[in-house]
């Protein structure tokens, strides 16, 4: 009943930008923090940069001062604007978030959402 939808991704040279984009829809109450991850082929997830519901942003130290993350909460919607791209950010990206969901009866629960992800290519 929840989702989300990811797009941006693609293959671009080194120096260029890509803007990354996520949309929640279905039963949404509210959405708490949003996040990007990326995990490339053999190595661990990491968290790339993540915003609070009050607009507080997080970055991984490999992105800072490349990446930018900002919400629309009337699109119930994340994005992540990606410039100075390097071979190194090649990865497939994931988006997150914590979205409030109520019941019939008024109760309200906290649950992890993630994307399908997509695909960013970074080549030399």
């Known amino acids: 009943q929840v989702q989300l939808v990811e797009s941006g991704g693609g293959l671009v040279q080194v120096g260029k930008s890509l803007r990354l984009s996520c949309a929640g829809s279905?039963?949404?109450?509210?959405?708490?923090?949003m996040g990007w991850y990326r995990q490339a082929p053999g190595k661990q997830r990491e968290l790339v940069a993540s915003?609070?519901?009050?607009?507080?942003?997080n970055y991984a130290d490999a992105v800072k001062g490349r990446f930018t993350i900002s919400r629309d909460n009337a699109k119930n919607a994340v994005y992540l604007q990606m410039n100075s791209l390097k071979p190194e950010d090649t990865a497939v990206y994931y988006c997150?978030?914590?979205?409030?969901?109520?019941?019939?009866?008024?109760?309200?629960?906290?649950?992890?959402?993630w994307g399908q992800g997509t695909q960013v290519t970074v080549s030399s």
């Open positions: 997150n978030a914590k979205i409030v969901r109520r019941s019939a009866w008024g109760r309200r629960n906290e649950y992890d959402y």
């Open positions: 279905g039963s949404i109450f509210s959405i708490n923090a």
């Open positions: 915003i609070t519901s009050d607009e507080i942003t």
